[in-house]
């Protein structure tokens, strides 16, 4: 019988997110473009987060830089830009404006592809 923890922390709530996204969405990996491009970047997103997701649940230390790199790998991959979002959500300690937030639109924010 599986004993619940005493307590979860906001942390192992989000990464049980991330973790549970990319098994919804494995389908979706890969380069065959019959999928939506939304969906297939987020599936990608997520299995490329899925170690340090898995990490986090089982009390594990995940090192955030490594998180950012694997952001950023994505980007690469997909030519989004997750990683600049990333830095655009994150409030600047020295500034007194708040932070706009990430668009929800993925299609406004995918990068432009020089080779085209």
Do not use: C
Not at 21 to 37: K, V, Y
Not at 57 to 70: D, I, P
Not at 82 to 95: D, E, G, M
């Amino acid at each position: 019988m599986n004993t619940q923890p005493t307590t979860i922390t906001q942390e192992q709530v989000l990464a049980f997110a991330i973790y549970e996204i990319r098994q919804l969405l494995a389908q979706h990996l890969g380069n065959d473009g019959t999928s939506d491009p939304a969906i297939r970047a987020a599936a990608h997103l997520a299995y490329a987060l899925h170690n340090q997701a898995s990490a986090i649940l089982e009390g594990k230390h995940v090192n955030a830089q490594q998180s950012v790199s694997t952001i950023k790998k994505v980007d690469q991959l997909l030519e989004t830009d997750f990683h600049s979002r990333l830095s655009a959500a994150i409030p600047n300690p020295t500034s007194r404006h708040s932070t706009p937030r990430p668009s929800a639109s993925w299609q406004t924010h995918k990068k432009e592809n020089p080779k085209k």
